[in-house]
């Protein structure tokens, strides 16, 4: 490789070629593809049963909207959908639905990787002129993740306060901590009890990959998941009307919707519509996502600049070659590199992101520059971020999460 910082890379403990991987794994807790560069997304839709996005669809977007897509959608990035062309008719012909995601809160602060699905829906919500739900779900993690309950909660907390950085309209955005509103919210938890007795253990066993060693809580718990896709869990929001939602989100999380999907006609709701995004990978590679439990995979919105540069020197797996004079000669594969992946994500202008791969590609750019380019541009939106949050207040928070009207 063309520089010491990308060397690194190669002598990690996590190195690729002594985590080979016969076949990928997507589940909403663990994600692993099959080699270093990454994940199979067009097995995915096929396996999953979704269908990809078309430029067809975006042009749609477009003329319905205003709009140019998002770059996102332009990328691939946001790649997979079910029955999205059935919102866009929606909104050409001015009937109602809402947004739909949220955040399992297993740590004190989001990562880059957790911002994908709130910049995306962000936006969204923005284009769309749509209402917002934001599921916390704490009881969640913990189930899955050595929390106490207040643990669990404290963190919801933490974490709404980083959501609401991302300059959601409180007007239209309500979020909610299940360990808050599901006890008080009678048509929430009676949406769940429907959701629970139409799907059953073998189903659920199939769908999620529940055994004989998980927990009931584990195993009851995707109807909760499933319920904030029924408008009628929200009275307080939308009264009685069984209004349709759309759903953004990463990939992984798809086994919870296809279930609620499977179980809308019989409860004689709308089915839930979804908008897939792929994985920010972790530093180390593409083979998997980044995550919060592997503190050097993950570049945290609290990272302080000195440290995204660290992070991004030391880790950030490297598509160059052995020499400066076989990366001159050959170029470095964006393939594989995550620096250039990263970039995709977070740099806006599509001509300046096919400059980089140009260089890169051709030899003209090393490794190094290639990452200052990359530490440059996370510096700047993790600050921004970070002045945005530090101004979020107790108030602000109470105001996202107050049972009012919204628009």
């Known amino acids: ?29 663990d994600v692993q593809g099959e080699d270093e560069k990454g994940i199979d997304y067009d097995k995915l839709i096929k396996k999953f049963g979704s269908q990809k996005l ?75 002129d749509a209402p917002l739900i934001i599921q916390m779900t704490d009881d969640e993690k913990f189930l899955w993740k050595d929390l106490t309950l207040e643990e669990a909660n404290k963190l919801a907390y933490q974490n709404i306060k980083d959501i609401i950085a991302f300059g959601f309209d409180p007007e239209k955005t309500f979020i909610f901590s299940d360990l808050d509103y599901i006890p008080s919210c009678k048509e929430f938890y009676w949406n769940m009890i429907r959701i629970q007795k139409c799907v059953n253990f073998n189903q659920a066993q199939k769908i999620f990959g529940f055994d004989e060693t998980s927990y009931i809580g584990k195993v009851s718990f995707p109807a909760i998941q499933a319920a904030p896709s029924f408008s009628t869990s929200f ?28 179980v809308a006609p019989r409860l004689n709701l709308p089915k839930p519509c979804l908008l897939h995004s792929t994985f920010l990978p972790a530093l180390q590679g593409a083979q998997t996502k980044m995550s919060s439990s592997e ?40 393939s594989v590199d995550v620096s250039y992946k990263y970039l995709t994500f977070f740099e806006e202008d599509d001509a300046k992101l096919a400059k980089v791969k140009e260089d890169y590609e051709s030899g003209a750019m090393l490794t190094g520059e290639l990452k200052k380019i990359l530490i440059e541009k996370l510096q700047g939106i993790i600050k ?22 919204k628009s």
Request: glycine share 6%.
């Open 1 to 29: 490789m063309p520089d010491t910082s990308a060397m690194t890379t190669q002598t990690l403990e996590t190195n690729l070629e002594n985590c080979k991987i016969t076949e990928q794994v997507i589940t909403p807790w």
């Open 54 to 128: 078309t430029e067809e669809l975006l042009e749609r977007f477009t003329k319905i909207t205003g709009h140019q897509p998002h770059h996102f959608l332009r990328r691939g990035i946001v790649f997979s959908h079910r029955d999205f062309d059935h919102i866009l008719t929606l909104k050409e012909q001015g009937k109602p639905f809402y947004l739909y995601t949220g955040r399992g809160p297993s740590s004190g602060s989001l990562h880059l990787g957790h911002c994908v699905p709130f910049m995306f829906t962000k936006w969204l919500q923005d284009v769309l």
């Open 235 to 262: 009275p307080h929001l939308f009264g009685n009307r069984k209004i349709p939602c759309l759903i953004p989100c990463a990939i992984d999380q798809d086994p919870y919707f296809r279930m609620t999907r499977d």
């Open 295 to 334: 503190v050097n995979s993950a570049v945290e919105v609290c990272d302080t600049a000195n440290q995204i540069k660290k992070k991004i020197n030391k880790y950030a797996f490297s598509g160059g070659k052995v020499s400066v004079e076989e990366h001159r000669e050959f170029g470095g594969d964006t």
């Open 384 to 405: 921004g971020f970070q002045e945005r949050r530090a101004a979020v207040t107790d108030e602000n928070v109470q105001q996202f999460m107050s049972r009012s009207p």
